[in-house]
């Protein structure tokens, strides 16, 4: 069993996303939580991961934080699953080698193919990301321990005025 609890459950993951039913559960949880425990809480901070993953432990998620976790963590957790399990379906780390998957109903995609499914999900995630940081620093008074600055100034590459989606055209 994980010490980290899951944000999502496997099976939502599989109903919301692209990802096949049959996929074993076992390709699917390690990857959740590495992204959980990397990617959500760079994006979020680490003390209101620390608080979410305390209410979600107890059993006693508050409403702020089952409208956050529902509404906005969790379309961002599926698709930045997806977009990391795309190499671990095709890949097997075996005894003697690494292995390319393949089955009698189809082939794999090669790694340019894989790429672009990668890059879809990515942005995909990118969106969700950016409507999360949105919603937190719209609702900032309701979530104290999330701190944009902090979060930010943390992760390479990321400038805190374009964290946040831009709003409305000027013509």
């Known amino acids: 069993m994980s010490l980290t609890p899951q944000f999502i459950s496997i099976e939502v993951i599989k109903d919301q996303s692209v990802i096949n039913e049959n996929v074993d ?3 699917l949880q390690p990857t959740l939580i590495m992204v959980q425990d990397i990617y959500l809480k760079q994006v979020i901070g680490k003390d209101l991961y620390a608080e979410l993953i305390t209410q979600v432990n107890a059993e006693s998620v508050s409403a702020l934080n089952t409208t956050l976790l529902t509404d906005y963590i969790q379309p961002y957790l599926i698709n930045k699953v997806v977009s990391e399990l795309v190499i671990d379906v095709n890949y097997k780390i075996k005894n003697k080698a690494l292995m390319v998957g393949s089955s009698d ?3 794999p995609l090669d790694t340019s ?3 672009i499914i990668q890059t879809k999900y990515r942005n995909i995630a990118e969106n969700y990301r950016v409507n999360l940081v949105d ?3 719209d609702n900032s008074t309701d979530y ?4 944009c600055a902090k979060n930010y100034s943390e992760i390479p590459n990321i400038n805190i005025n374009n964290a946040r989606r831009k709003k409305g055209r000027y013509l």
Not at 144 to 147: A, D, G, N, T, V
């Open 25 to 27: 559960s076992k390709l």
């Open 105 to 107: 109903n189809g082939q």
């Open 113 to 115: 193919g894989m790429s």
């Open 135 to 137: 919603y937190l620093i």
């Open 144 to 147: 104290p321990l999330f701190s």
